[in-house]
Each structure stands twice: as structure tokens, then as C-alpha cells.
């Protein structure tokens, strides 16, 4: 059976979302591609609004049966990744909220997934997503192409195809990532308690 998954490159200036059709085979089509924007010199809460606005059409549109986020990581720029971070966050709770499971991937995940090779560069992986998709002309921007290559690393790695029960079947990077959260809480209820 076809599984429809939501891609979502999330930013607060350009969010990337892309729709997929993947079968059993991994075999992939193109359902949608875009980008939301929101203007620069808006405040943090009406460029959040936008964002959401235009995820919520494309659910909407599309029904995907799962939703896959990049994940977070810092960066240099704290503005940048706090946009990110913000984005990220609306694009997994509008998810949540309709009960579409949701997921995340690092970048070098997606990476790894769509060429092979972790450190690929933007070019590689549009050229990939392409491929892939059949497509003949590369995905652009490069944020439409990173929300097509989160979708289609989600589907590769068992999370459509199985559904919610893809997210027990973490990558090596999801494990270590769970684990050092899950030290952080133990450490701040430590804290908390006094311990």
C-alpha cells in the first residue's frame, strides 16, 4: 500500500514542504512541493502564524498519512536556530494535533539516506531527490528539495511504511540522541530534587 509522507524542512523564513507517495517497493512520486514564506520585518508571532497557515493547507490538501521534521541542531547564528527551532515545533504539533505520526531526522540522516554519504552537499542531494522522483528539472529551492529528502529518508527508514510502529526503529544517530535526552532529565530532576 502507498504510503503519503509530509517532508518539512522548517524555517521561519522559507519552510520547505514536500508531499511523497511511496509504495512498498520505495519506489517514490511526487505529490507536492513548496515553500512558505514569511516577511523578515513581520514580528516572531505573525511570521510563526504565516508558517502555520501554510502547513496547515498543504494537511489539508493532502492528507499525508506520517509528517517527518529535520531535526534541530545548534548553530552559530542563535537567531537563525531559534527561527528553526520555532518552525519546527509548529510543523510537529499541527501534525500531532490531526494524529499523524510524526518524526525527526539530523541532517546528516537525510544525507546519508538520499546519497549515501553524510556529508553530502545541497547540490547532490537535490540532484538525488531528482532521481528519485523522476523529476526534469532539480527541486528548487534548496529547502523545497531538503522537505522532499526528509520524506523520502523518513520512508526509507521503515517509518511509512510501518506506520507509527516505524518510530521504534531508530538509526544509530535517533538512539544516541534519545539517550542523552533522556540524560538530561534525569540530571535536572536531580537538580530539581536536591539530589
Known amino acids: 500500500m502507498t504510503t503519503r509522507v509530509l517532508g518539512i524542512d522548517p524555517g521561519l523564513t522559507r519552510c520547505g514542504v514536500g508531499v511523497v507517495d ?114 526534469d528539472e532539480l527541486p528548487k529551492p534548496a529547502d523545497a528539495a531538503d522537505a522532499l529528502a526528509i520524506a523520502l529518508c523518513h520512508a526509507w527508514r521503515g517509518g511509512a511504511a510501518a506506520g507509527t510502529a516505524g518510530a521504534a526503529r531508530q538509526t544509530p544517530a535517533q538512539l544516541a540522541w534519545a539517550e542523552a535526552e533522556k540524560r538530561a532529565r534525569v540530571s535536572r530532576t536531580k537538580v530539581r530534587s536536591g539530589r
Open 22 to 135: 511511496v509504495a512498498p517497493n520505495r519506489t517514490a512520486t511526487l505529490v507536492h512541493v513548496g515553500v512558505v514564506r514569511s516577511p523578515i520585518d513581520l514580528d516572531p508571532g505573525n511570521r510563526l502564524a504565516i508558517i502555520a497557515k501554510g502547513i496547515r493547507e498543504v494537511l489539508d490538501e493532502f492528507a499525508p498519512d506520517v509528517a517527518a521534521v529535520e531535526r534541530v541542531f545548534a548553530q552559530h547564528n542563535v537567531a537563525s536556530v531559534m527561527g528553526t527551532a520555532q518552525a519546527s515545533g509548529i510543523a510537529l504539533m499541527l501534525a500531532a494535533e490531526r494524529g499523524i505520526p510524526t518524526a525527526t531526522h539530523t541532517p546528516s540522516e537525510v544525507k546519508a539516506a538520499i546519497t549515501g554519504y553524510g556529508s553530502a552537499d545541497k547540490l547532490q542531494v537535490q540532484k538525488m531527490v531528482a532521481r528519485v522522483l523522476r523529476l
